[in-house]
T-cell receptor, first 112, second 117 residues
Framework: GENVEQHPSTLSVQEGDSAVIKCTYS??????FPWYKQELGKRPQLIID?????GEKKDQRIAVTLNKTAKHFSLHITETQPEDSAVYFC???????????FGTGTRLKVLA | GAVVSQHPSRVICKSGTSVKIECRSL??????MFWYRQFPKQSLMLMAT?????????EQGVEKDKFLINHASLTLSTLTVTSAHPEDSSFYIC?????????????FGPGTRLTVL
């Protein structure tokens, strides 16, 4: 079946450094790619998203890039802060069904 | 962003009982709601897709008779875990997609932590 691979599973960075999380999807019909941040015991919060007709999107310290040909998309966080520490999930829509297939998650730890 | 509530936030029940979880979209109409379960340190696994006024579509391996879903209105979907057993203990999260933010954006509820003794 369709799937989304996410790497790395854990990531530790020093405060102020950048963090990059990468995802690969398999469904060529996927057209929407959201990123969620989830703190322990809390709901996933949408932090940025990108549609398939766009190659890059930026919102302050967060950016997402999409390579449709290679079926890759990445989350970039610059000037990381301790409050960025959380689990990040990428997702891709499954065809036109509005369903999401989630990646396995990346536990980001920003060291002060 | 759109607001989705979920109730209860946590529930502890005895094995064999049924538990109902409510998911509400508070400030928009959700044509589609989704139910996920999440085990500790794992990703979100889609259980079923719920459309207002029609039967839910279950993912492969999810028992429809065990996890009853009702989407009675554009703002309310319920998940009932019937005859719960300890292996059903998990974090259950709903999400809603609809007219706010585009139909393919899902906004998540705060989750329900179910513990079955």
């Amino acid at each position: 079946g369709e799937n989304v691979e996410q790497h790395p599973s854990t990531l530790s960075v020093q405060e102020g450094d950048s963090a990059v999380i990468k995802c690969t999807y398999s469904d060529s019909a996927s057209n929407y790619f959201p990123w969620y941040k989830q703190e322990l015991g809390k709901r996933p919060q949408l932090i940025i998203d990108i549609r398939s007709n766009v190659g890059e999107k930026k919102d302050q310290r967060i950016a997402v890039t999409l390579n449709k040909t290679a079926k890759h998309f990445s989350l970039h966080i610059t000037e990381t802060q301790p409050e960025d520490s959380a689990v990040y999930f990428c997702a891709a829509t499954q065809g036109a069904a509005y369903k999401y297939i989630f990646g396995t998650g990346t536990r980001l730890k920003v060291l002060a | 962003g759109a607001v989705v509530s979920q109730h209860p936030s946590r529930v502890i029940c005895k094995s064999g009982t049924s538990v109902k979880i409510e998911c509400r979209s508070l400030d928009f109409q959700a044509t589609t709601m989704f139910w996920y379960r999440q085990f500790p340190k794992q990703s979100l696994m889609l259980m079923a897709t719920s459309n207002e006024g029609s039967k839910a579509t279950y993912e492969q391996g999810v028992e429809k008779d065990k996890f009853l879903i009702n989407h009675a209105s554009l703002t309310l979907s319920t998940l009932t875990v019937t005859s719960a057993h300890p292996e059903d203990s998990s974090f259950y999260i709903c999400s809603a997609g609809g007219t706010s933010g585009g139909v393919d954006t899902q906004y998540f509820g705060p989750g329900t932590r179910l513990t079955v003794l």
